[in-house]
């Protein structure tokens, strides 16, 4: 068992003064966004921020952030970059978020005048060269952070760097760092050749007696678990699991190793930007004092999605990547079950695996009435999806914490998710005998079991008084990036005083080699 069995944080007792953090990643919302992490990086500082905290933000300036559009201003003329052999011209711009969080965006023709932000062949090379700019950039800003925040493998270098050549460098000394693993999947692996980019080739790779590929391979995720004062998972079970072989996507013996620092906070939603009360997109707002009202965007979403408009049908919503992760190969052998036994409706949008697109074509043809299927990427759909559904979707192999369950049940959908990651932190099993409960859960990665609550869900949905106080109770669940900032800042209190425990034993250390 991991030594953190629960992973709860102990407090550190230590009282909450104003920290300075620097959070740093590869998209920040609303500069640049592919996926969740952008959406984190541009909320939790907001949120630290309110707490009375100097946070600030680091990431590139791509291409197609025009400084025109963000106010970007000059911070740092051009200064030198150690890059491998030489140093690489960068420059820092200064912008902010909405609640004027600084926000500091790298500048460099060579590695980011580009349209994209991924998928380069010189990746490593650009994301080091990133982290590198900031680490200088705060010195000659004169501005210290107390902790640094890294996110994901863009970003895991600066725990290294500063356990190694920054050690005894004053200014970065006394700096702590967090570093939040959003996805173990993804984790940055090169050849030795970027050790060498990075200036770190002396210490060579992480040689792990369990791991044998972290011989041979420089992995920027391996590399942020091994050196940063405290790790962080985006939900406590995730943080559990990938202690285990079947999630930890082969570093679960080095995270075993670091299981006294790994931690789990659940992400939060944007609670002004999805709330049916106010959302624009929808056919009628509603609060959960006038949840009748949300029937009309059941029969609007009947109507685009082109399926018989009928209010009694169950309608089962999913908003999702179409890849193994999220499931599917549990959906698609059910789904003829749901709408012929089961008499639902279902709705999907998505874009993913090819396999997948035939097999929804296929179903909607099939079924022209029962299956709306939308093969795209539709912001404003997906909010008429979580306001028109009666039933989500979530059945994922794995889910470090998942956003569609939280903002269906904030628009009073209700969630039929597998228990596992952020999915169990999330959804409590309804029981009909106490009316507890917030959804339905199921167990074992198996599409009978995802049958069986769906079979329960339907069932349930016929008893519409008990349905309705399920739907309010999952619209009073609190998703607020408040309640995850707390957690952050606690987090940020034992990183530091990791690092000040580590800087006193490697000095007691080094007292003894002397004598
Ligand atoms: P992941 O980050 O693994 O893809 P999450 O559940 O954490 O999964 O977040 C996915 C987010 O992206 C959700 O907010 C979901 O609504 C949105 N999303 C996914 N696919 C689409 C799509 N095709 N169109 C619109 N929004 C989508």
Redesign the pocket.
């Known amino acids: 068992m991991p030594r953190h069995a629960d992973h709860e944080m102990p407090s550190t007792g230590e009282p909450q003064t104003p920290l300075k953090i620097l959070l740093l990643a590869a998209e920040v919302v609303p500069f640049a966004k592919t ?2 992490l952008a959406d984190v990086a541009g909320s939790l500082p907001q949120a630290v921020h309110a707490l009375g905290h100097d946070v600030r933000v680091g990431m590139p300036r791509y291409g197609r952030i025009r400084p025109e559009q963000f106010n970007l201003t000059r911070a740092l003329d051009s200064f030198p970059v150690p890059m491998d052999d030489h140093t690489e011209p960068a420059e820092l711009m200064q912008t902010t978020l909405e609640n004027n969080v600084p926000v500091y965006m790298v500048e460099s023709v060579r590695y980011f005048d580009r349209d994209g932000i991924y998928m380069y062949p010189d990746d490593a090379e650009r994301f080091i060269f990133f982290c590198r700019s900031m680490l200088e950039g705060i010195k000659r800003l004169g501005w210290q952070p107390d902790v640094i925040h890294c996110h994901d493998w863009h970003t895991a270098l600066v725990p290294n760097w500063l356990k190694t050549i920054y050690a005894h460098d004053p200014f970065y000394t006394n700096i702590a760092s967090v570093y939040t693993i959003h996805n173990l999947a993804y984790q940055g692996v090169f050849g030795y050749r970027v050790l060498e980019i990075a200036g770190i080739d002396e210490y060579g790779f992480i040689v792990h007696p369990d791991i044998v590929d972290l011989n041979e391979v420089v992995d920027f995720m391996g590399r942020g678990i091994h050196f940063a004062d405290v790790i962080s998972a985006v939900s406590k079970t995730y943080a559990r699991e990938i202690l285990t072989p079947e999630f930890g996507e082969k570093l679960d013996p080095l995270l075993r190793d670091r299981s006294d620092r790994l931690f789990g906070v659940l992400n939060g939603i944007d609670l002004k930007e999805f709330d049916p009360a106010t959302d624009p997109y929808l056919e009628a707002n509603y609060t959960r004092e006038s949840l009748d009202r949300r029937l009309q965007n059941k029969l609007a979403l009947q109507r685009e999605a082109g399926l018989l408009q009928d209010p009694h049908a169950p309608v089962v919503g999913i ?3 179409l890849t193994d992760q999220k499931g599917f190969d549990l959906i698609t052998p059910i789904v003829e079950g749901l709408l012929q036994h089961l008499g639902a409706q279902f709705v999907l ?3 993913g695996e090819q396999r997948y697109h035939d097999f929804f074509v296929e179903l909607a043809t099939r079924y022209p009435q029962q299956a709306g299927i939308f093969l ?4 404003s759909l ?1 909010r008429r999806i979580y306001a028109g559904s009666d039933l989500f979707l979530m059945p994922s192999r794995f889910e470090p ?4 369950q939280m ?1 269906a049940m904030r628009y009073g959908g209700v969630p039929v998710v597998r228990a596992i990651g952020g999915l169990a932190d999330t959804v409590q099993d309804f029981d009909p005998a106490t009316g507890a409960g917030t959804g339905f859960v199921f167990e074992a990665y198996d599409p009978m079991a995802l049958y069986t609550a769906l079979v329960r869900a339907v069932e349930t949905y016929r008893h519409q008084d008990t349905w309705h106080k399920l739907q309010v109770r999952c619209m009073q669940q609190d998703f607020s990036w408040e309640r995850s900032a707390h957690k952050y800042v606690e987090l940020y209190s034992r990183a530091r005083a990791f690092n000040a425990q580590d800087r006193e034993m490697s000095g007691a250390r080094h007292q003894q080699t002397r004598i």
Do not use: S, V, Y
């Open positions: 996926g969740g908003i999702a990547r949008l998505g874009t795209t990427f539709n912001a997906a914490c998942g956003l569609g903002i």
